[in-house]
């Protein structure tokens, strides 16, 4: 299995900035697309964004698209997630997500999960 470890959450002004990271480790050759998700308190689990590894390939949702950025080295086994222009909406906890076995694009599913990095955005 893989184990995924998130950081760089924190509280920031509405407008601001803010670089997330996720570190992979374990069967790292196996993942074939890893994603950003994020819960709101009382909210289901939003879809941020979704990068194949190899290939490099993104997708982002309506809300996020033009201001989140997701990249990824497979070398060092670490995929970021880049906020710009934050709205008190995105505030959440924010996951870090891998699949195996993608049957879509961008994967609905994912086997493992990351315990989290929190982001409070104020107004």
């Known amino acids: 299995q893989v184990q995924l470890v998130e950081s760089g959450g924190g509280l920031v002004q509405a407008g601001a900035s803010l670089r997330l990271s996720c570190a992979a480790s374990?069967?790292?050759?196996?993942?074939?697309?890893m994603a950003w998700f994020r819960q709101a308190p009382g909210k289901e689990r939003e879809f941020v964004g979704a990068?194949?590894?190899?290939?490099?390939?993104?997708s982002y949702p309506e809300s996020v698209k033009g201001r989140f950025t997701i990249s990824r080295d497979n070398v060092k086994n670490t995929m970021t997630l880049q906020m710009n222009k934050l709205k008190p909406e995105d505030t959440g906890v924010y996951y870090c997500?891998?699949?195996?076995?993608?049957?879509?694009?961008?994967?609905?599913?994912?086997?493992?999960w990351g315990q989290g990095t929190q982001v409070i955005v104020s107004s």
């Open positions: 997500a891998a699949s195996y076995v993608p049957r879509l694009w961008p994967p609905r599913e994912y086997e493992y």
């Open positions: 374990g069967r790292t050759s196996s993942i074939i697309v």
């Open positions: 990068i194949t590894w190899s290939g490099g390939s993104t």
